[in-house]
T-cell receptor, first 116, second 112 residues
Framework: GAGVSQTPSNKVTEKGKYVELRCDPI?????LYWYRQSLGQGPEFLIY????????DSGLPNDRFFAVRPEGSVSTLKIQRTERGDSAVYLC??????????????FGEGSRLTVL | AQSVSQHNHHVILSEAASLELGCNYS??????LFWYVQYPGQHLQLLLK??????LVKGIKGFEAEFIKSKFSFNLRKPSVQWSDTAEYFC??????????FGSGTRLSIRP
């Protein structure tokens, strides 16, 4: 597709369940980012991939959160034992090169996660 | 650690009014600065960016921002807003390891 695609767009789950959120970046973009946005807040950095490897995962809040990008394109954010505080919009962004060079991240529409 | 502050949480203006949204960052070294915009129901998109050179940068839709190093500021301006400028605006700063840090955002409402 032309843009960054995220699925599902909405996910409602129960506390304690496991959740996977998928991001399909723009074709050819080597850099991929995950952010989390809570109501009334700006995007909060979670993790950055350059190719297949996580170049910076310092934003992952705890070990319940994990992300992979096995073939250097699609990425999956995985959340174990979900808690109500995990409710947020999870944003994925990609860029052609590391963002420092171009400054432009291309964002998807986000996956809204609600934990009951 | 780098941080970004946006002190205006919600700004309400009438059409044709002038706009200035504040952004301050904390970092003593070289910075790359950005403004992103999120229109209702749409995804975040880049409005403008500063890397180096002329501290007054121009973006899309008549927006501009001025980098004032001595004040650690990167305020967004537009001389005459339109109803279609209603959106949420985020200031962002490049941090280490290709990580961009965002401010908490300013919601702009324009009265037609």
């Amino acid at each position: 597709g032309a843009g960054v695609s995220q699925t599902p767009s909405n996910k409602v789950t129960e506390k304690g369940k496991y959740v996977e959120l998928r991001c399909d970046p723009i074709s050819g973009h080597t850099a991929l980012y995950w952010y989390r946005q809570s109501l009334g807040q700006g995007p909060e950095f979670l993790i950055y991939f350059q190719g297949t490897g996580a170049a910076d995962d310092s934003g992952l809040p705890n070990d319940r959160f994990f992300a992979v990008r096995p073939e250097g394109s699609v990425s999956t954010l995985k959340i174990q034992r979900t808690e109500r505080g995990d409710s947020a919009v999870y944003l994925c962004a990609s860029s052609l090169t590391p963002s420092r060079n171009t400054g432009e991240l291309f964002f998807g529409e986000g996956s809204r996660l609600t934990v009951l | 650690a780098q941080s970004v502050s946006q002190h205006n949480h919600h700004v309400i203006l009438s059409e044709a009014a002038s706009l200035e949204l504040g952004c301050n960052y904390s970092y003593g070294g070289t910075v790359n600065l950005f403004w992103y915009v999120q229109y209702p129901g749409q995804h975040l998109q880049l409005l403008l960016k500063y890397f180096s050179g002329d501290p007054l940068v121009k973006g899309i839709k008549g927006f501009e921002a001025e980098f004032i190093k001595s004040k650690f500021s990167f305020n967004l301006r537009k001389p005459s807003v339109q109803w279609s400028d209603t959106a949420e605006y985020f200031c962002a700063v490049y941090s280490s390891a290709s990580k961009i840090i965002f401010g908490s955002g300013t919601r702009l409402s324009i009265r037609p």
